[in-house]
């Protein structure tokens, strides 16, 4: 499972997340080139920090606590709030 760089501070609530990177990168701009489709689900993770967990990208997904459509990883349901190893 590919793991996202994210940020667990920068989120509309505790189970979306929007801030995607990957390689240093927006993910938004790699989704094509490392062949993510929408419902994937892949690993969340953040720089000094020992939370890890799995979420799903929902792309184009309507918020409405954001305008408009955008890429979105929503937290799995029954995983770890706490360390996740796969």
């Not at 997340?17 to 993770?45: M, T």
Request: proline content about 3%.
């Amino acid at each position: 499972m590919l793991r996202i760089e994210t940020s667990f501070q920068d989120t509309p609530d505790d189970e979306f997340y929007f801030v995607l990177q990957y390689a240093g990168r927006p993910l938004s701009e790699q989704l094509a080139e490392l062949g993510l489709k929408d419902g994937d689900n892949v690993i969340l993770w953040e720089v000094d920090c020992d939370l890890e967990l799995q979420a799903t990208l929902l792309f184009d997904f309507k918020h409405p606590m954001m305008s408009g459509g955008t890429l979105l990883a929503r937290k799995v349901r029954g995983s770890s709030s706490g360390n996740y190893h796969v």
